[in-house]
């Protein structure tokens, strides 16, 4: 029962996380922000990322215990977690990506054309 709620929590964290980032960009970059496009971001985007993140986070580790049933002890302690923070990695990034880094906005120049913000590791595409 603990690990069910620790996955919840851990969906609630990358919500929390993908919707800050997603607040974070537009600002850094001065693009596409003002009283509409910030409080849609912020009421709208932001507990529909986090009933996705847990939502993400409960269906991932469900479907890891289900396949993980008759494996080994080792690997049904270590893949259900490695598959959920998998999972939500990559919600966070696509979150970002669609979201986040808001391209066809202009900006004063603090930021490229795409509008990724200076912080975005250049690693992870955005």
């Known amino acids: 029962m603990a690990a069910w709620a620790l996955a919840g929590i851990h969906g609630a964290l990358a919500g929390f996380l993908a919707a800050y980032l997603v607040l974070l ?7 596409g922000t003002g009283p509409g496009p910030d409080l849609l971001r912020l009421f709208v985007h932001t507990p529909a990322i ?3 993140a847990v939502a993400t986070a409960l269906g991932t580790f469900a479907l890891a215990v289900r396949i993980t049933l008759s ?3 080792a690997v049904r302690l270590t893949v259900p977690p490695l598959l959920l923070c998998t999972a939500l990695a990559l919600l966070v990034w696509a979150d970002f990506a669609w979201f986040g880094a808001v391209a066809g906005v202009p900006n004063p120049g603090l ?3 795409d ?3 200076p912080w975005w590791p250049h690693w992870i595409p955005a």
Do not use: F, R, T, Y
């Open 25 to 31: 960009a537009p600002v850094s970059c001065h693009a």
């Open 111 to 113: 930021c490229p054309a």
């Open 50 to 52: 986090l009933i996705a």
């Open 115 to 117: 509008n990724v913000p």
């Open 71 to 73: 494996a080994p002890l």
